[in-house]
């Protein structure tokens, strides 16, 4: 939620609007979709709290028959009073970008409009409700220049007027528009109903006690689909005063501190017999313990510990040997075409076109797969991959979607699996290996050296590059600059509120923003004095201009024998040395 200096304004340019469904739940179902996660990271109670009790409230409207656009309007006003930021988006359901996805003016709660300033007389304001308000409410209004904020102290209802004291006017005026930020009966009415009321799971019981034979509890869900039984001790002839049921029902009951409450008690007793008490608290616990157990266990999953057997060597091999060259743009391709020092060319997919020409000239050639594999690519990028053996001798692959399409064609080429595709652990090594005939992965940008030379594989280490912190649909250049790029590649720079710099490119041909570090990311040096002397490294060239480029490739050539600052004037060594703190 930072704030972005583009093109020479202050946006949250990158925030979008929270995602709300809820009057979309009906055709989320319909299409069968099983399960919903809803996200309540860093949120306060009462809006997890709300969330899921509203999406309940519509789900069981849907199941019950009923039309869900009422029962969803209402709940999705409530989630609108207790957090929003500029109102509701969809997500990319069913759209996909737009500037009216983001949040672009503030970053916190906005509330919901409540009413308007009518008048302003010293050192009260008067406010014309369009809302029901209550005392403890917290009312905004904004003013001119910035936001008033004040504290309602009456109950009052939609077409009444109310009169609030305010500490400062010169930026309020009549016709200012007033929002709540804080609705203080609801919020209060989330805790008492849902937060502070403990959801119980009901069970029935049934006792079993007859004369010389041992107790018996039994308990059951109501839908009877799973039940646990324990015994206890033999039940004795009673000398004086018989146990009842209604004693025996009274210790059974007593489930306070657990996450049951038992609804119905049944028994077969015989007349004239005795059993302790404490037998059966002791028989209570037992068995609400068993069911504990009984109702877990359906969700547990067992670990398959000998899933995979490390070897003597790498269970990845380095299929790119010698000095590795990804290109971006047609310059690039050119200048590359210079350097006897490169082994191997990673073409981006937009200049796939070129790997025909640099594989006659003796590069070992990758074509690397869109950004993101939308649907309406899809026959494209699988007529590209099929055509591809006589251009390329493999593939890089950027996201799942992309590993499946290659698994999908029984491809037998050199896969090659990009940092993006997170190989933080051998699991993740041989669940790659394992979905491809030949892998090659591309050093993780959030592992040590140490962690990566830990992995059971060869990976081809990246020692240049500027780091994506983002992909997104949604346009820079599109949402605040007036055009969608003109369908060209372009750069544009944004700058956070701490003075940071990030590269913004367009890719019009993947209709989506690739957002880079300000800085490459460089351990050029690091290898070089290694003894290594750039065997089976990786150079990744995207938005450098050509002197840039150039200046990096001499480096190389040259055996890395220039001081690096030379080269490159601001660099970071990204997460090789430190971690991730």
Do not use: W
């Not at 050296?449 to 949604?474: F, P, R, S, W």
């Not at 055996?559 to 490159?568: A, W």
């Amino acid at each position: 939620r930072k704030k972005y200096s583009v093109s020479n304004d202050e946006k949250y340019a990158l925030s979008l609007k929270d995602m709300c469904l809820l009057k979309k739940l009906d055709m989320l179902i319909d299409a069968g979709i099983d399960s919903f996660k809803i996200e309540g990271r860093m949120k306060k109670p009462e809006y997890v709290a709300a969330t899921v009790h509203a999406y309940r409230e519509v789900r069981d409207a849907y199941y019950s028959g009923v039309d869900i656009g009422k029962v969803a309007e209402q709940q999705e006003k409530i989630l609108l009073d207790v957090y929003n930021r500029g109102g509701f988006c969809q997500g990319y359901y069913f759209q996909k970008n737009g500037h009216d996805m983001l949040a672009d003016t503030r970053p916190n709660h906005t509330g919901i409009k409540v009413g308007e300033v009518i008048s302003v007389e010293k050192p009260y304001v008067n406010i014309k409700l369009c809302e029901n308000v209550s005392s403890g409410d917290v009312l905004e209004i904004r003013g001119r220049r910035e936001n008033i904020e004040l504290t309602n102290n009456v109950e009052a209802h939609f077409g009444n007027n109310i009169r609030l004291k305010a500490k400062s006017f010169k930026n309020i005026a009549k016709g200012n528009c007033v929002y709540r930020t804080r609705n203080n009966s609801l919020l209060t009415d989330i805790r008492q109903k849902i937060i502070e009321t403990d959801r119980k799971i009901n069970l029935n019981a049934c006792i079993t006690a007859h004369k010389d034979h041992e107790i018996v509890l039994t308990l059951s869900t109501e839908t009877g689909d799973e039940r646990v039984s324990v015994t206890g001790p033999v039940c004795m002839e009673a000398s004086q005063r018989p146990v009842t049921l209604d004693q025996m029902a009274d210790k059974i009951a007593r489930t306070g501190g657990t996450d049951y409450t038992i609804s119905e008690i049944t028994g077969d007793i015989e007349d004239d017999i005795f059993i302790q008490m404490s037998a059966l608290n002791n028989m209570r616990r037992q068995a609400l313990d068993d069911m504990n157990d009984r109702l877990a266990c359906k969700y547990r999953r067992i670990l398959q510990s000998d899933m995979y057997v490390k070897r003597d060597s790498k269970r990845c091999e380095n299929y790119l040997r010698g000095i590795t060259v990804g290109v971006l743009t047609e310059d690039q391709v050119n200048i590359i075409k210079k350097y006897k020092c490169i082994d191997n060319v990673i073409l981006d997919y937009n200049v796939r076109k070129y790997g025909r020409e640099l594989k006659n000239c003796g590069f070992t050639t990758v074509m690397a797969l869109p950004e993101i594999l939308r649907q309406n690519r899809m026959n494209d990028v699988r007529d590209s991959i099929v055509s591809s053996e006589k251009d390329y001798d493999g593939i890089l692959i950027r996201n799942f979607d992309e590993l499946g399409l290659v698994r999908s064609l029984n491809y037998n080429g050199l896969v090659v699996a990009d940092a993006s595709l997170y190989a933080y652990n051998d699991e993740a090594v041989y669940f790659y290996s394992d979905n491809t005939k030949k892998l090659c992965l591309i050093s993780a940008s959030e592992l040590t050296l140490e962690e990566i030379g830990g992995l059971d594989a060869e990976v081809v280490m990246k020692i240049y590059g500027y780091q994506k912190v983002m992909v997104t649909a949604n346009c820079i250049a599109g949402n605040y600059m007036h055009n969608c790029g003109n369908k060209k590649e372009r750069l544009c720079v944004i700058t956070d509120d701490m003075g940071n710099v990030f590269h913004v490119r367009n890719s019009c041909e993947e209709c989506c923003n690739i957002i880079y570090n300000g800085v490459p990311t460089s351990i050029m040096d690091k290898y070089n004095m290694q003894d290594i002397k750039f065997q089976n490294c990786y150079i990744d060239f995207t938005i450098e201009d050509n002197i840039t480029v150039e200046n990096i490739l001499g480096y190389i050539e040259n055996g890395g024998n220039s001081i690096m600052r030379n080269v490159l004037p601001g660099y970071t060594r990204g997460h090789y040395y430190k971690g991730i703190d």
